[in-house]
């Protein structure tokens, strides 16, 4: 399929005065062929975009409308930011031949026990995966026309560990510890969250195995290593608004060195766009990554503690959520997959 | 002049491996028309540009040449970010038609004496001044081949007080007092500038009109007053990267409003695609406009105090420095005066 | 009157959870003379501190009570740390040798038209005013059983101002801009203080004369100056969670020079133990006063423009706030004034 | 031994231009017994103390004077916070009567193997290790005239794993990942630490068992586990000026549940005054530890992942340097350990 130069699809945002819902729609205001068409909200409707997202200067006069199916009719792409648990009724109700991606996670779990015990309720039914780095997985999302966009936290948990358990590099118990920004915490007013607590200080929080990106975790890399793996996950808090750094580790299987993991990521990641693998010597930063669609990879073998460390730097927001959902959209329209998505940061 | 679609000009950036260069690195990876050709630095000529600025992933494996104008020599357009005094003896041996933006100070200031009291030595003669939203400007920057970008702190009081001044709101003693992101401060590692010191403070520098982009903002004022104006201005640090948050304020003329004020300011920026005058009730955020080309702007009447206060919001590497000097560059090629510029910030 | 070293009083504390009485919990930890006994709170009954703040660790295990009149009974010293219009009830029905301070707005003003025009209703009269460094002010506080705290601008103001108004440096129309830490707006959970709403901001709020603060800097500064002043006051927000910086200017009277000027400040300084005037080329950064009750002063004299520029810095929960209530106390109790306050700001 | 009220110490710190030594003096500003009576640094002779630590407000006219033996001789406690190889010259030249206190690396690892291995050179020898809350370690300190203060990581990863060691909840190969706070990597002008390079951003460093704290942990787990433990140390660094929040797991022993986990721990602290176990549910932030003396812990089980993850919060500057000097001069002395010490965090 060829995509014309003057093509557009109209794009529906439904979570619009959030957090991922406005990333949306700062990506699309610089994407040649996707066109926000409408922002929606549970609440808000009927009040200017420009108050709640004062950044989103060239929508700051659309109106906010509600978020309903009815509402949602029309567009050629809708976006679904929503708490979990709201995704599946509005989908329901629309066309299939829409495309929807879903930003939120109720399509992301394969397995209903694991949806019933993280999530509670009935499952919703899972999505193609909307992570095309993961092999076989761009073919899948190009013909579709339902796709769940990743959690935050598994998408660089996922990118990191993905080619040490694919390539046998460690065995399958994997430690994680991710440091967050704020804004993965989401737009409610709650006072654990006020700037002047978070401000200066880090936190953990979501320790021991609770938190709920861990299934998704566990589902893609148990894929990867064609086994059941493990992961201790510990989410923290740390004062900045965006961005996920991923400590990984595993123990080393026997005979792996520096030289074979090193270039098992590189052949698992020297032709995507959106990951890099960093020269030797060179650590990811979430500042790197700030606003783009790009991930940050480094990683080194301890000999004394028997483990590959991956690091992994991602936005939150950006290849973390919304810039995953219009590279997959842009997949899923036939268009080149990095079409309007920022490869640069906005650092400092 | 009709521009084509495919057609680029090639740019060479020095300067290229501080905040401001590389700033105009970052916007070029988002311009359809103008090419990053060749990064060049006063030192590090010889590394990757990845090292220094891990952000600008697509131009990692560029490497950094040096800084002089034969290494400069064969570009379409060259943009200096250097220090100042640096430019005028790079830009003597450039052709004449190749397009020159000046980030530095060397030539924006009329006054030779001026020039001669604030950083001594000669003058090495002013260039058209890049700041289009000024009246009669475009016109100038249409056919200029030199051109001067304004300094931040003057982009943002110059935006903020000149309708003021045009319109007689207000008598010519301006105060301001604004607030800037530690990036102003550039990338040279000195103490007080550290993320140890500067987290959690704010402080004061520069205090009592020392500051060297004030003869900058009188000239700017005085030609919009038609008179001369007196500028009492005090920047500030403040715990943040970017962006520039400039409260001018001056005393009413007799019998202004509210009302008048206001409408003075919509006829001055209305048609401005930069320059965002809030609804009333709204204030301008540096997150709103970080990363964009986009100034926010609102003012109120103080009738206790009898005076006018306006607020503007400005990010000091995109508007305030980079994004100037490509809107300018557009300016002078024929494109659309926006090609390539974001106008959405990178919030939150 | 003599203090002996083992002599204590007790101290209950209302608005405990909050940052203002969480403050003064903090303070009182290191007094040797003051002990707390007791904490409120208008919610929050019946829990554990630690939970509400988790910094006092010495006091974790006590129990929230409530916040009125009963519960608030058989202290020697009470502090009230409420919003504006709880005070004056509560106050009224404590003996009047109980000693209360009140961290509130209800009684700073004298004017009860001030207090009708910018709180609304009945004014609940004007108590004491805690800032010691005032002329004569310290005597009255002495023999005080009711303090009203200021609020934390003015206190910066007063200090920054009152000098050159008293010695007639300047012309009584001041212009103060103030960056302020989030903590001065409150633990109430509101979105646009979300840490990913202000962290990487800068923000103005209550432009053109309308915070309500104006009235008390124009009542003290009033009485400074022997004659009416105007204030316009824009305060700002920036991110961090505690300090004040305020600028502050006024045209320079006929004849006065920097030497003048110093002069004059050291004179009203030199001997106050928490006011500090810098030494010349030294300027105040908030950080150098972080949880210490001390003030930082600089000026400079702006020829050009005309002006007086005054910079203070002060953390606003301590000088500004809880700091200040103990020093009252201190001044009230017959102690030491500087007794258990600490002068060395957490840098950095 | 009876200390009277009006005992004093002389103290002399060298260093005392950093970050570590600057902590040092705010701390004896607090102190009843401790005088601080000379500061010394390497660099800065002859200036003073104001100009280099602004917060240090009542010392700030001492003039700094030499760091070498001679300059530091009479005092009756020396405190070195000087870079690692500079402190066994001098404290070879003091008295052996002199209590004498290093806040850096020369003397905390027993083995001089592991010296060489990682400091390289040869080793100055231990001294008793200064962290009075390890079994034995207090009686030890007692009788100390030569003290190694731990550095700021093992502290907290000591602190948080000994106990789970100590009473065989886990096998012994811990994986730790902590985020640090930009002071732990001193006061040096370094762009990376610049704050418009870490404001906004996370990034991990030493990655792979490099830092030269690892082997610290090493020594003090592998006394704790009675064999020798692993230690996968992975320190990153978040955009806040103090704090370390660390992150340890290690697998759990079989038949370890999460009550015989906390009541291990209980057990090892109860006594305790500087490490707080929190009560179940709440998790330790660094903000509450700011400035303080306190440890803050907590600790789940993962039974999916097979792991107990404990939770430590430590200011670097206080507990993990200077407050521990401090505590560890005060066993020395014969003075109640909390003598002089906050508990009290500065929040928020």
């Known amino acids: 399929m060829q995509v014309s130069s003057g093509q557009t699809w109209t794009v529906g945002v439904t979570g619009a005065t959030?957090?991922?819902g406005g990333e949306v729609c700062r990506l699309l205001a610089g994407h040649p062929h996707l066109r926000l068409a409408g922002v929606h909200a549970n609440t808000s409707a009927g009040r200017r975009l420009g108050e709640l997202q004062p950044h989103l200067t060239p929508y700051a006069d659309m109106v906010v409308q509600p978020s309903d199916a009815a509402s949602l009719a029309g567009y050629d792409v809708v976006v679904l930011a929503l708490p979990h648990g709201e995704s599946a009724a509005i989908a329901a109700q629309l066309p299939d031949d829409v495309l929807v991606i879903d930003c939120g996670a109720d399509h992301r779990l394969n397995d209903p026990a694991a949806w019933a015990r993280w999530y509670g309720g009935e499952h919703a039914g899972h999505w193609p995966y909307g992570l095309p780095e993961l092999p076989g997985q761009r073919e899948q999302l190009a013909t579709a026309r339902r796709i769940a966009v990743p959690g935050c936290y598994p998408t660089s948990v996922t990118l990191a560990m993905a080619p040490a358990l694919d390539h046998r590099l460690v065995t399958p118990d994997i430690v994680v510890v991710a440091a967050s920004g704020t804004s993965g915490a989401g737009k409610s007013a709650k006072t654990?969250?006020?700037?002047?607590?978070?401000m200066g200080s880090a936190s953990a929080y979501g320790v021991?195995?609770?938190?709920?990106?861990?299934?998704?975790?566990?589902?893609?890399?148990?894929?990867?290593?064609g086994t059941n793996v493990t992961v201790s996950f510990t989410p923290t808090l740390v004062p900045m608004s965006r961005g996920i750094?991923?400590?990984c580790s595993a123990p080393l299987a026997p005979g792996v060195d520096a030289a074979t993991a090193r270039a098992a990521y590189a052949a698992a990641y020297d032709d995507e766009p959106f990951v890099h693998l960093l020269p030797e010597g060179q650590w990811p930063t979430t500042a790197a990554v700030l606003g783009a669609n790009t991930v940050q990879l480094q990683l080194a073998v301890d000999p004394d503690a028997g483990r590959l460390v991956v690091v992994a730097a991602v936005d939150n927001?950006?290849?973390?959520?919304?810039?995953?959902?219009?590279q997959c959209?842009?997949?899923?329209?036939?268009?080149?997959?990095?079409?309007g998505l920022p490869l640069v940061g906005v650092a400092p």
């Open 208 to 225: 021991g195995g609770v938190h709920r990106h861990t299934p998704e975790m566990v589902q893609n890399l148990s894929q990867a290593a």
């Open 317 to 326: 927001l950006t290849k973390g959520t919304a810039g995953a959902a219009l």
């Open 329 to 339: 959209a842009n997949l899923a329209l036939g268009l080149p997959e990095t079409t």
């Open 18 to 20: 959030g957090y991922a």
């Open 192 to 198: 654990h969250l006020l700037g002047s607590e978070v």
């Open 245 to 247: 750094l991923a400590t």
